[in-house]
């Protein structure tokens, strides 16, 4: 496999755009990633997008195929990925794939979303061998109830307190209002986290994420092309996809089999383990990371179930600002889902844009000082996950 | 006006009691609810599945509280009520999720001892009383 340099990113900002199409999010995201990479559209050899469920696409998730008409039909070769949320980097995967293997040596990766208004939905079909629809109708469980359910089992065996759950959507926003591509770019604090709405008890409304529209997209291309480019680019150092255990934890339907041990998100944590070991760095190596908030359970969760730091130690990194852009393990110095809302199928790209622009220096007040190895991941519908890990 | 299951198949009072109705594997005892015409336990040498019924006993390893309507297809009676709801672990292997039956919600505890139950959960549109699994303290 050849290495693989990341050359341009662009990003459309993350918030509501009632009058703009996602064609519209993703062009805006495709040209400033050309143009950061010093291309043209026609200098592209492939695309990789991510299939979005909620818009554009023509119904088939076919939306590498919009942004191809949109850009110019030159008759690139097209790959459209479904994965839930993890999309986006799953898609990524198949771009470093494609340059990886020699059969391209630049290739266009892009992921961009519209949202409906409110919680995600199921199909609506009444079918009663959905394990959606029988959570929803025989438990009257929603989506987010899942996380609610992990936090409060965390409560009970690290001792996690409501008010440092709160402190984890307090630095989000925070390093939000730094981000100009974030949605919520007001800082908050303790007190108005905890008073913010209750949806699913532990969870408040300001530690849950929004949806959000948005799109990202990243110019991957050969070391030989890079160097023309470039004299500082970011490489790909590792990129991994990854499915969910069967002795996984988490049910994914109604019922499962009690697990023989505490495994849980095995799909997260197989792909990061994966992405680390392609890059030949360990858990000290990271100087950022860049990982799936949808609730703040998962910044205290996510790096003790993957050797980060050890269990029950994620509060004290916590509370001792060592999570912070400045601090001894910075998590989600973007602002993270907390700030950016929930595009879906474009989350991964814009972690990875923001991986890019802390290994280059470039990410202006939330910039990890000395950033030189980074690691983004995702975790989506049907036990998906990915992580990527770039360095200079 | 009678009473029906909120989905058939799922579950049923039993001479025993309440039961959920699944399935398992003889090989390697994998729990499966609901029913699985296969095993997929990729350790599994061979799939042998059978039906199989789970409960009523085990613990509450995880809880939260539905603290607004939820949205479709969930249904409720009006006006809605809070409940409490999270992952049971069946002593019989079987992690199924489901609703807690407490009066007093402050009451619901991690781990704590529960069997289960088959309660009204919403009255459909022809006033029929829709019932489903839950679980009460024990």
Redesign the interface.
């Known amino acids: 496999m050849r290495e693989v340099a990341a050359v341009g990113f662009g990003m459309h900002p993350w918030g509501k755009f009632e009058d703009k199409s996602v064609t519209e999010l993703c062009r805006h995201a495709v040209e400033a990633s050309l143009q950061d990479a010093g291309v043209q559209w026609r200098d592209v050899e492939a695309v990789a997008a991510a299939s979005s469920r909620f818009s554009g696409g023509k119904g088939w998730g076919l939306n590498g195929n919009d942004v191809v008409e949109d850009m110019g039909s030159t008759g690139v070769p097209v790959y459209n990925l479904s994965a839930g949320c993890s999309a986006g980097a799953n898609a990524f995967n198949i771009g470093y794939t494609l340059v990886a293997s020699g059969a391209h040596d630049m290739v266009m990766v892009v992921g961009g979303e519209k949202m409906p208004k ?2 995600i ?2 199909s ?1 079909v ?1 079918e ?1 061998t959905d394990p959606e ?10 989506g987010p ?1 899942f996380w ?6 965390r409560m ?1 065996e690290h001792g996690t307190t409501e008010e440092q759950m709160a402190k984890v959507a307090v630095k989000a926003r925070k390093n939000g209002a730094l981000n100009p591509n974030a949605r919520y770019r007001k800082e908050t604090n303790v007190e108005e986290v905890l008073k913010s709405a ?5 969870l408040h409304l300001f530690e849950i994420c929004a949806v959000s529209d948005g799109a990202a997209a990243v110019v991957l291309c050969s070391a030989e092309k890079a160097k023309q480019l470039t004299t500082k680019p970011v490489w790909v150092g590792g990129s991994a996809v990854a499915t969910a255990r ?1 002795d996984d ?1 988490i ?1 994914r ?7 023989p041990g505490i495994t849980h998100h095995s799909e997260a944590k197989a792909a990061v383990a994966k992405a680390m070991s392609q890059a030949g760095v360990g858990p000290k190596d990271l100087s950022l990371v860049e990982l799936q908030d949808n609730t703040v359970y998962y910044e205290l969760a996510f790096p003790e179930e993957w050797g980060l730091c050890e269990p029950g130690q994620a509060e004290w990194l916590l509370e001792h600002d060592e999570t912070t852009p400045t601090g001894k393990l910075p998590i989600n110095p973007s602002g993270g889902f907390i700030s950016f809302g929930e595009a879906t199928t474009a989350q991964g790209l814009f972690q990875i844009c923001e991986l890019g622009w802390q290994l280059r220096g470039e990410a202006g007040a939330r910039q990890v000082p000395n950033a030189k190895v980074g690691m983004s991941q995702t975790i989506g519908l049907g036990g998906n996950a990915t992580a990527v890990v770039l360095k200079n | 006006m009678a009473t029906v299951h ?3 198949g ?1 579950f049923a009072d039993t001479p025993n009691g309440p039961r ?1 109705l ?1 399935s398992r594997c003889a090989t390697c005892s ?5 029913k699985s015409p296969v095993c ?4 599994c040498t061979e799939s042998k599945i059978e039906d199989a019924e ?1 409960g009523p006993t085990g613990k509450l ?8 309507p ?7 009676d009006e006006p809605f009520k809070p ?1 409490p ?3 049971i ?2 002593d019989d ?7 807690v039956s407490i009066e007093d919600l402050t009451k619901v505890a ?2 704590m001892p529960v069997e289960m139950v088959i309660e009204p ?1 919403f009255h459909d549109e022809d006033g029929n009383e829709v019932v ?2 839950k679980f009460k303290p024990s």
């Open positions: 409110g919680f939905q199921t609506g009444e009663h629809f029988l959570r929803q109708r025989c438990i009257g469980m929603p109830a609610a359910v992990l936090c409060r089992r009970h209750l949806v699913v008890y532990p069967f934890g049910t339907g109604i019922g499962g089999m009690v697990p | 909120a989905v058939e799922l959920l699944g994998a729990p499966y609810f609901p997929h336990n990729p350790e789970f390893w995880g809880f939260t509280f539905q603290v607004f939820p949205p479709p297809p969930a249904k409720y409940y709801m999270g992952f672990d069946l292997g079987l992690r199924v999720l489901g609703q991690v781990d959960l489903t699994w």
